[in-house]
């Protein structure tokens, strides 16, 4: 990912909170010449043994992944290969109607995240279940209404060997946060105000960003 020197992160902390607040990741591998790239949408967590509270730089920390065994993309996947997660965060357009200034163009802000690193498959129906559990309670407490799992598990067990569970040990990040840095100081408030009062959800949280900025 191409990212200018001033759509970059104020802080590695910007990253870690994106993935975390936006944990539906797109999953990326090259696949065969026949069968071209593969991408699923897939939920990712940090792994709570390891990573749970993880704040630091995202290189070294491990992330548990899964997807349909069905999947050709499981298939596709080998324990020690290279995979490429991709997270998108608040973005909206931005029309030039907001700048008060001519000439002007149209943009879009985003925020993204991407993050290479190693695969490691599991094979254990109970490491597998772990993982599923350990996504439910994340999920949960953070966006959920604090569901109580414990009727489910004889569901889940039934289910669970359909599920291809993974380790992501993260080996490089990259962050794109554009957020009209690229704009006069004055215009860029003007954006990140009318983004604040928008009826939007996007555009109010991309102004959120906007007024950690630097």
């Known amino acids: 990912?191409?990212?200018?020197?001033?759509?970059?992160?104020?802080?590695?902390s910007w990253m870690v909170d994106l993935i975390r607040g936006n944990p539906l990741a797109l999953a990326v591998v090259n696949g065969s010449p026949?069968?071209?790239?593969?991408?699923?949408?897939l939920p990712v967590i940090f792994d709570p043994r390891t990573s749970g509270d993880w704040s630091g730089e995202l290189p070294g920390a491990t992330l548990l992944g899964h997807m349909n065994r069905d999947n050709p993309h499981w298939a596709a996947l080998e324990t020690?290969?290279?995979?490429?997660?991709?997270?998108t965060g608040p973005h909206s357009y931005v029309s030039p109607t907001v700048y008060e200034v001519t000439p002007a163009a149209p943009t879009w802000n985003f925020t993204t995240v991407h993050v290479r690193g190693r695969v490691e498959k599991i094979d254990s129906v109970e490491e597998t279940l772990d993982v599923v559990q350990s996504t439910v309670r994340a999920f949960e407490g953070?966006?959920?209404?604090?569901?109580?799992?414990?009727?489910?598990?004889?569901?889940?067990?039934?289910i669970v060997p359909g599920v291809g569970a993974f380790r992501f040990t993260v080996t490089g990040a990259e962050g794109?946060?554009?957020?009209?840095?690229?704009q006069p100081g004055e215009v860029r408030e003007r954006v990140r105000e009318s983004f604040g009062r928008s009826a939007c959800t996007h555009k109010r949280e991309t102004a959120g960003l906007?007024?950690?900025l630097p």
């Open 210 to 212: 906007m007024s950690r």
């Open 34 to 41: 026949e069968d071209g790239p593969f991408a699923t949408h």
């Open 142 to 158: 953070a966006f959920g209404n604090g569901w109580d799992m414990t009727g489910s598990l004889d569901y889940f067990r039934k």
């Open 80 to 87: 020690g290969g290279v995979l490429l997660l991709t997270f």
């Open 1 to 12: 990912m191409f990212v200018p020197s001033f759509y970059r992160e104020p802080d590695s």
């Open 176 to 182: 794109m946060f554009k957020l009209s840095q690229e």
